[in-house]
């Protein structure tokens, strides 16, 4: 069977009118806290500019004077001056790049930290509904595509414009007639060049778009879990055939892309090479009393005249083309933060708070919902005490868990720790007060310690051994090879998901959190083992407040209190006895 063809995504109106707005002022501010540097660039292109119009000067007398009038000294002065000029306008030139490159790097740096700072301040929620080839896509590709037009447009603009306001007055002084004959061909030329960026542009979005694409194909298609779906679904083939589309599609846009406007340009240029016939054929006119001196010059500033005079033309083309890459990395860093710190948090000693966490009236849906994933939930729990839940699948147990992690914020109601309201803490203060464990294990490819480390960057190796015993890890560790030292490999996949998830429940005990989250933290443990670390996590839960999502009731049974979650409501409460006894929705759960 032929595999299914992926069409491009079409361009929503949302991204057109993005890359429409983006205003000129707005990527000039990118370049303001660069100023000074900037202005001695300016300084420096001003310089050379100068020096470089020298040469004309000193060619004419050459011709005129020194030649004519076997002037040897005069000659050897004029030669060593143009040599000078060469000189100091290299010197010049190479202080100038390394200036302009450091400023743009330096831009893009700003750029990139920016949108990674921006987007880890962004909800679960942002993650959930955004493909991760997407985010990484504008981080790298599109952020690099802007690197010539940062790094260089300041200055080209700079250099160009000066170079070519200081040979128009140069070929003035020469000769206002034949400079006016030189001038005639900007209007179609500026014409040209702003139907060649507007070409440009459309081509550029698209081809960041594409880019987008094949980052998430490669994202889906060559992660650990990726593999292992393509694999066991004899689905290789079809990503296969969508990578090689989109990476053909790529091919044609970047050759519109190089050949957008070529024929156009390419007319320009013919008539740029006119242009001094036409002076030529001018000075020979009756009546022209111009010396070969000054028409040499005179044809040498004019090539030098529409050097800068293209360059910035070209600049136009790149800058307009690069407005739809902006257009996407200021559509990211314009993002709200539906989950933030307050403007005014409430002080919090993190290792002074009980742990007493209260539901009052809380009710919340996941955007785009028709229907609350929780709602009108009321819950007490008193600190150092246990609370589980129970319930089917989908009933909204990992929602109320997502909660108190504030992971997301109520649509109603509060949640609270001590009797304040989660969202008038700092985000660190609840993250050294919260601690959760989830039955989806994430462990980074790095080597064990680091990834118990992670929790705490200060830990020292005695206490993260402690904790990996806490959680019946320890022997484990210690037995392979490399120790605490072993590469966990992709994602974790060198270690079964029993191994993995007590790793990361010993992770997250190293923070010694005084609220508890597990949301099936034991799900992936066999039975020997799954009593091992319940009876740690009876020892280590003293003195803190557990919350514990569980479908195996027998780890939950002793809990101070149980709670029955059905369709995001409470419709249950008590300790296992009383529940049992109730012969209700729990007693069916447990029989």
Do not use: C
Request: aromatic share 6%.
């Amino acid at each position: 069977m032929e595999p299914p063809r992926i069409k491009n995504r079409p361009v929503s109106a949302a991204e057109k009118k993005q890359a429409r707005e983006v205003s000129l002022r707005r990527i000039g501010q990118l370049f303001t806290p660069y100023r000074w540097p900037l202005a001695i660039v300016v300084g420096i292109i001003v310089i050379s500019s100068i020096v470089g119009l020298a040469s004309p000067f000193l060619l004419r007398a050459v011709i005129d004077t020194a030649l004519p009038d076997r002037n040897l000294t005069l000659l050897v002065w004029l030669v060593i001056g143009m040599v000078a000029v060469a000189a100091v306008s290299s010197a010049l030139g190479v202080v100038q790049t390394w200036i302009s490159t450091r400023i743009g790097q330096q831009v893009m740096h700003g750029l990139r930290t920016s949108v990674f700072a921006h987007l880890q301040r962004q909800s679960v929620a942002f993650f959930t509904r955004t493909r991760t080839g997407e985010v990484q896509s504008r981080i790298t590709n599109d952020i690099g595509g802007m690197q010539s037009v940062v790094t260089s447009t300041a200055t080209s603009v700079a250099s160009n414009l000066t170079t070519a306001v200081a040979t128009a007055v140069a070929m003035a002084a020469l000769s206002w007639q034949l400079s006016l004959i030189s001038l005639v061909v900007m209007p179609p030329a500026i014409y040209l060049t702003r139907r060649v960026a507007t070409m440009r542009r459309s081509i550029t979005t698209a081809q960041q778009r594409e880019l987008a694409d094949l980052n998430v194909t490669v994202e889906e298609g060559l992660s650990i879990s990726g593999i292992q779906l393509s694999k066991t679904m004899g689905a290789g083939p079809a990503l296969v055939e969508r990578f090689t589309g989109s990476s053909e599609r790529l091919i044609d846009l970047e050759l519109r892309s190089q050949l957008a406007g070529r024929w156009r340009m390419a007319s320009m240029s013919v008539i740029f090479a006119a242009i001094p016939a036409v002076i030529y054929l001018a000075a020979g006119l009756p009546g022209t009393t111009l010396s070969i001196g000054t028409l040499i010059a005179f044809t040498t500033l004019q090539s030098g005249l529409f050097r800068p005079i293209m360059g910035l033309l070209n600049v136009g083309v790149s800058l307009v083309s690069s407005l739809a890459l902006f257009a996407r990395i200021f559509e990211y860093l314009d993002l709200p933060v539906e989950v933030d710190d307050p403007e005014h948090p409430v002080v919090i000693d993190p290792s002074q708070v009980a742990g007493h966490v209260r539901f009052e009236d809380v009710t919340f849906a996941y955007g785009g919902a028709d229907h609350a994933a929780v709602a009108g939930v009321n819950l007490d729990v008193p600190a150092g005490s246990t609370l589980a839940l129970v319930g089917e699948t989908g009933s909204g147990k990992s929602t109320l868990a997502s909660l108190v992690a504030r992971l997301y914020d109520p649509g109603s109601g509060r949640v609270t720790i001590d009797g304040v309201d989660l969202r008038d803490m700092r985000l660190a203060d609840l993250a050294d007060i919260v601690g959760v464990v989830s039955q989806e294990t994430y462990l980074l490819h790095t080597t064990v310690r680091e990834n118990l480390r992670y929790a705490r960057p200060d830990a020292s190796d005695a206490e993260i051994e402690a904790a990996a015993r806490a959680a019946q890890v320890h022997d484990l560790i210690a037995s392979l090879p490399e120790g605490y030292d072993t590469v966990v490999g992709s994602r974790g996949h060198r270690f079964s998901g029993g191994e993995k998830q007590r790793i990361a429940i010993a992770r997250t005990l190293l923070r010694n959190p005084r609220v508890l989250v597990l949301d099936e933290a034991t799900s992936a443990l066999d039975n020997e083992t799954e009593r091992a670390v319940q009876k740690a996590f009876d020892v280590l839960a003293q003195g803190r407040t557990t919350i514990t999502i569980a479908h195996r009731l027998s780890t939950v049974r002793d809990a101070d209190q149980i709670v029955v979650i059905d369709h995001g409501r409470v419709v249950e409460q008590g300790t296992h006895a009383t529940l049992v006894e109730r012969e209700g929705r729990y007693a069916a759960l447990a029989a």
